[in-house]
């Protein structure tokens, strides 16, 4: 974690814990990690997840972000450029003395997944460049990045392209930039 994320994410985290309390969305890590190892611990290097009643259930173990406020930066800029695919953040769990998020999405039936070529037509559609001979794409005036769309997580179905499991960060360098998008 960097230098700034050991300062700021046990803050956030003191203040999450009272939120989560406050709306009753802190649930059983037991319960999680029961249905997770039934079903062969599936995940990567982020998330921990599991199937059920139509969606995926993801626990997100905060491992590529500095502060939950990235993480949530992250959630918000998925919905916003894969709409087909929303998730959505809904608790939070206890493990190894951490607060984790828990978010959910919608399964996707796909008949293939994606190509390389379809990939960068429908990111640069949306501004962001292909970086090199890899599965991640860039946007310079944003300065953000979209990384990880392999054909396991962008998907073709009847309604076209479905990004289900994109890895989104924010260029400390464009932070000035976004911000001041917005404020006219």
């Known amino acids: 974690m960097f230098a700034i994320g050991k300062i700021v994410r046990p803050i956030e985290e003191q203040e999450l814990i ?8 802190l649930f059983s890590n037991e319960a999680f990690e ?20 139509g969606r995926w259930v993801k626990r997100n173990t ?13 959630l918000s800029l998925q919905n916003y450029f ?40 429908a990111m640069s559609e949306i501004g962001f460049k292909r970086q090199g001979d890899s599965d991640d794409y860039y946007n310079e005036e944003l300065d953000i990045s979209i990384e990880d769309l ?9 309604n076209g392209m479905e990004i289900i499991d994109p890895v989104i960060f924010l260029a400390e360098s464009g932070k000035a930039r976004r911000l001041n998008m917005f404020r006219e």
């Open 150 to 158: 392999h054909d396991q997580n962008a998907l073709i179905n009847e």
């Open 62 to 74: 905060l491992r590529f972000h500095t502060s939950y406020l990235e993480f949530f930066y992250r």
């Open 18 to 25: 009272k939120w989560v309390q406050e709306r009753n969305i």
């Open 82 to 121: 894969f709409p087909g695919c929303p998730v959505e953040l809904f608790g939070f769990v206890r493990s190894e003395g951490k607060l984790l998020p828990m978010f959910k999405q919608p399964d996707i039936v796909a008949s293939r997944g994606s190509t390389t070529k379809e990939v960068s037509i």
């Open 34 to 53: 029961k249905r997770w190892i039934e079903q062969g611990k599936l995940g990567g290097a982020e998330n921990d997840i599991y199937y059920g009643k």
